[in-house]
């Protein structure tokens, strides 16, 4: 049974297009994050949605609009992609109150924009 | 700023050797948290120390953490190919509420 999971596992699209990636964790968690590794493994927080509610919003473009529909889901919408947004994006969830615990990570998403 | 920072960016060792990384971070944390990342994969967590705890095992993994010096460090014992992976300690600043900040990790590569 896969704890978090991510589609697609691998994107490729064009400059300028719209594309979304869908995350879910059957782990009953409270907590969900998106993070963004780029080429170097550098691993950046974006958002963090507590319950539904945002808690957590980066210093990330407006492009990027997460949406979290239930407390099991969690997808990213990106707009007008760049090249600069091709990286490997990651779903985690965690459980608890008053901060994170050990985090969940999906398998990842790779995003590569031509 | 990045936070947590480790320290060395790659290691190579043979098995049955030792392997340790060190991490360094700046503000004053809740906890500190070590992941592995296998190539291609999502992370795996290992193991969480408090930021009034000084010493933390699991199994082969010994993780330390001073806090007057800012820093963690992670040993890995008697080492296996399958040890192979990224580490990555990630802070949980003591105000930062829900936020984790990663290092940029440390890439461990056992030779059988």
């Known amino acids: 049974d896969t704890a978090v999971s991510q589609t697609p596992k691998y994107l490729v699209t064009q400059m300028g297009n719209d594309k979304s990636i869908k995350c879910e964790q059957n782990?009953?968690?409270?907590?969900m994050y998106w993070y963004k590794q780029d080429s170097k493994k550098f691993l950046k927080i974006m958002f963090s949605?507590?319950?539904?509610?945002?808690?957590i919003n980066e210093t990330v473009p407006n492009r990027f609009s997460p949406k979290s529909p239930d407390k099991a889901h969690l997808n990213l919408h990106i707009n007008s992609l760049e090249l600069g947004d091709s990286a490997v994006y990651f779903c985690?969830?965690?459980?608890?109150?008053?901060?994170?615990?050990?985090?969940?990570f999906g398998p990842g998403t790779r995003l590569t924009v031509l | 700023s990045q936070q947590g920072e480790e320290d060395p960016q790659a290691l190579s060792i043979q098995e049955g050797e030792n392997a340790t990384m060190n991490c360094s971070y700046k503000?004053?944390?809740?906890?500190l948290q070590w992941y592995r990342q296998n190539s291609g994969r999502g992370l795996v967590h290992l193991i969480l120390?408090?930021?009034?705890?000084r010493e933390k095992h699991s199994g082969r993994l010994r993780v330390t953490l001073d806090t007057s010096k800012k820093s963690s460090s992670l040993l890995i014992t008697a080492s296996r190919a399958a040890d192979t992976a990224s580490y990555f300690c990630?802070?949980?600043?003591?105000?930062?509420?829900?936020?984790?900040?990663f290092g940029a990790g440390t890439r461990l590569f056992v030779k059988a």
């Open positions: 503000t004053s944390i809740n906890n």
């Open positions: 120390i408090r930021s009034n705890e």
């Open positions: 949605y507590n319950n539904k509610e945002l808690i």
């Open positions: 782990l009953g968690h409270d907590t």
């Open positions: 990630a802070t949980v600043p003591y105000t930062g509420g829900f936020k984790t900040i």
């Open positions: 985690a969830s965690s459980q608890g109150t008053g901060g994170p615990h050990e985090q969940f």
